[in-house]
């Protein structure tokens, strides 16, 4: 049976005495009986003089006409709900019934109606709407992921339109204001290298710049930049306002639904746009709420307004909705921060930037510090940890594995004395500095008072307050890997609404998502990377194929051919197929094969020149604990040494040519780790041997004799697209597999003959 949503909220009224004239809308119930009169009207319509109201119901109706012979339509309804707790109003007419729900418990309804065999559409209002036009690709939301995923799109060739609730957050940081970091900064530059634009943006407007990890080996150095938060999202406003094909517009999207081959999106403004594709990238804001303490309330990150209506049309449309939570240390004034007690931290001498280009020359131009939370600090969060919305049961959102709240260090980790704290500028034009590690949902005057426990902020002030916040996103399972979801053509998902945390992880979904639905809407081949091909392709089969219990976080550990997918050779991997999508121009590729033949070049040349030995080299080799040489030797056996790079062995090296230091850099990797990199290669060969086998969408797996009943549920649940995803799926084993390729060459096998 189908339910149709009507539009507008309605009040229930009881009136004094009979009205006059009843208001002029089109949803009005009215009914008189010996001992009172009754009104449901739109809440606009509410006349004068009544005698009690209750507003806030949303209404369904009962689509067709119903025979007077049928029974148990509103009875079936009104019992899916109960079991639920979920109450309501009856009204019946002539033709069909109208159920009435309480707002705060409609999107709940809709879910369960759903869930139940209910069809529940949203076919649109009879309210002064207007035609906004056709677009080929909307893109809800101009965070990280909406940026990517709309400056894609709109270079590709595609009408692009990105909504944002307020124009002047564009790309903003509500959190950290930094970019990369261990594993995130891979990510970085894997956006530059296939033409987005994070990489740019951050090098344009960096305060300082690391290399992290330098004491390990090269498949864990990760770039990271401390960003100035308010310039990064004015570049990025500007970028998406010069950009050709793109409309960089104002506005919230409350409802969306599918009709015609197109997807119909209506701002609050009543303003209704038809798009070819949709790119949900909304953050936090999908009914975001925010917890400080015992205040709660309805807000996006940084005070900005929530969208609460879309999660409501959303879960219409039956996307499997979810509720997650994150949250955001306090902002301190760095006047009042004694920083001569802080531990410094400076930016690396030799700048990697993110971007390959190097467009921009990135200074280091001010200091971060490093300071400790006590034992005090324990003691003043224990003994007011019933005052946490966390631990009293006020959250039901499931927060961050990785990146836990101060109040869930100090009670996971109770053995620790003392926990690391990152104070950080927020930009070059203020006084705020961010204080990583601190992130807490505390109210605020418990937040002041171990704040000033903690050496350096014994009297700081703070400028923002720390705060959780709970929001709606999708079950990842739900998505191909191209990021389109499984049952509805043309939609997509990108950054924290598919389930992840971090701007990173964001950006390279939103550039991935917008690439593709661009493709979807030229007809062409979906983009689809794997996991030995970048760490974009590992993040994304991930999701879409292991799922996430928590918001997901990348790592290195997450990928298993991390040697290969270093940060430094981002570019080898992935600029080629951003220069066949369309995203890398004729000039960046031409300067990035002429960087290959240089490699090639360097290579031949370390394999042909011959280093001599002499006193001065032998006694360095001696002195980092290697093996003096005698006679000559060859310059790549020298580089093979643990203890030799390019560095050491310039004084000794007298035919090497004036190339780019990433040249050399490049060349001593390929070199130093070249038994390593092969046997991963080997591993990579077989896993792509697993890729190319394909599974047919509609194999009913329950049919297959052999497979385990978890492997069952878990294969038409996620419904892999290859041998390989589905060995990735927990809950299905070796034996499953082997199953499933034998069925499958079967099958292959009847169509040869």
Same mark, same amino acid.
């Given at each position: ?14 009136? *004094? ?214 310039? @990064? ?104 921060? *004694? ?127 720390? @705060? ?59 983009? *689809? ?22 918001? @997901? ?35 960046? @590729? ?122 069952? *549920? ?40």
């Amino acid at each position: 049976m189908t339910l149709e949503i009507i539009d507008g909220i309605f009040s229930v009224c009881k009136l *004094e005495k009979l009205p006059s004239a009843l208001p002029d809308t089109n949803f009005i119930f009215f009914a008189r009986t010996d001992s009172e009169i009754s009104l449901v009207c739109p809440t606009d319509f509410v006349p004068v003089g009544i005698l009690r109201r209750e507003d806030g119901w949303r209404a369904l109706r009962v689509c067709g006409e119903l025979d007077f012979s049928l029974v148990g339509i509103l009875a079936d309804i009104t019992s899916v709900l109960a079991r639920r707790g979920i109450s309501i109003f009856a009204v019946s007419t002539y033709d069909t019934d109208y159920i009435l729900i309480k707002e705060n418990n409609f999107a709940d309804a809709i879910s369960v109606l759903g869930e139940s065999g209910y069809t529940v559409e949203n076919r649109g209002t009879d309210r002064m709407k207007y035609d906004a036009g056709k677009i080929d690709v909307a893109v809800i939301g101009a965070g990280h992921a909406g940026i990517e995923a709309g400056l894609a799109s709109a270079r590709l060739g595609c009408k692009t339109e990105v909504f944002t609730v307020n124009l002047d957050w564009v790309g903003n940081m509500p959190c950290n204001p930094s970019i990369g970091g261990t594993s995130k900064g891979h990510l970085v530059r894997e956006i530059d290298a296939l033409g987005g634009e994070m990489g740019l943006a951050a090098d344009a407007n960096t305060l300082q710049m690391r290399m992290l990890n330098l004491g390990k080996g090269p498949a864990v150095h990760s770039p990271r930049a401390q960003i100035d938060r308010r310039a @990064y999202s004015a570049y990025m406003k500007r970028t998406l306002e010069e950009q050709e094909n793109l409309t960089l517009r104002q506005a919230e999207i409350v409802d969306i639904y599918y009709d015609s081959g197109e997807w119909v999106l209506t701002t609050r403004l009543e303003a209704v746009y038809r798009a070819k594709c949709v790119v949900l990238a909304t953050g936090t804001f999908l009914g975001g709420r925010v917890y400080i303490g015992d205040v709660s309330y309805e807000s996006g990150p940084d005070g900005m307004f929530p969208a609460t209506e879309l999660s409501k049309s959303l879960k219409a449309l039956g996307l499997p909705l979810r509720r997650f939570k994150t949250g955001t240390p306090a902002r301190v004034n760095r006047r009042s921060v *004694e920083t001569e007690k802080l531990e410094p931290q400076f930016g690396d001498e030799d700048i990697v930037p993110f971007s390959f280009t190097g467009r921009y020359e990135v200074k280091n131009t001010r200091e971060c510090y490093v300071t400790y939370t006590g034992e005090e600090t324990k003691k003043v969060i224990l003994s007011n940890l019933h005052r946490s919305p966390l631990y009293s049961g006020k959250i039901d959102g499931v927060g961050p594995r990785y990146c836990p709240s101060i109040e869930d260090k100090i009670v996971r980790f109770s053995e620790k004395e003392r926990h690391q704290i990152f104070i950080e500028p927020c930009g070059a034009e203020t006084q705020e500095m961010y204080l990583q590690g601190l992130s807490s949902s505390l109210p605020e005057d418990v937040q002041l008072e171990f704040l000033h426990t903690i050496p350096g902020l014994e009297h700081c002030e703070v400028m923002r307050t720390a @705060y959780a916040i709970e929001y709606d996103c999708i079950d990842p399972l739900a998505l191909k890997r191209s990021l389109e979801f499984n049952d509805f053509d043309g939609l997509f998902g990108a950054g924290q609404f598919n389930g992840s945390s971090g701007y990173e992880e964001a950006a390279a979904q939103g550039l991935i998502a917008g690439i593709n639905a661009a493709r979807k809407v030229q007809k062409k081949n979906a983009l *689809e990377l794997d996991r030995a091909s970048s760490y974009i392709g590992t993040l994304i089969d991930d999701l879409v194929t292991k799922g996430c219990s928590d918001p @997901y976080r990348m790592m290195t550990s997450r990928s298993e051919y991390r040697l290969l997918l270093r940060q430094d050779n981002a570019d080898r991997r992935l600029t080629p197929t951003g220069y066949e999508l369309g995203l890398i121009s004729q000039e960046r @590729y031409d300067a990035f094969c002429r960087k290959l033949e240089l490699i090639e070049d360097e290579k031949r040349r370390a394999e042909n020149t011959t280093i001599h030995a002499c006193k001065e080299l032998n006694d360095i080799l001696v002195s980092r604990e290697t093996s003096p040489i005698d006679g000559g030797i060859r310059l790549s056996e020298l580089l093979r040494r643990p203890q030799a790079d390019y560095k050491l062995l310039a004084p000794f090296d007298p035919t090497r040519p004036d190339y780019p230091k990433e040249v050399f850099e490049q060349v001593e990797i390929d070199i130093k780790y070249e038994g390593y990199i092969k046997r991963q290669q080997a591993q990579v060969d077989e896993m792509r041997r697993l890729e190319v086998k394909k599974i047919p969408q509609d194999i009913d797996y329950a049919a297959l004799g052999g497979l385990r009943l978890e492997a069952v *549920e878990k294969l038409s649940k996620i419904r892999p697209e290859n041998v390989g995803q589905a060995s990735r799926i927990s809950g299905v084993s070796p034996a499953d597999i082997s199953v499933l390729l034998i069925h499958l060459e079967r099958e292959n096998r009847k169509h040869d003959k």
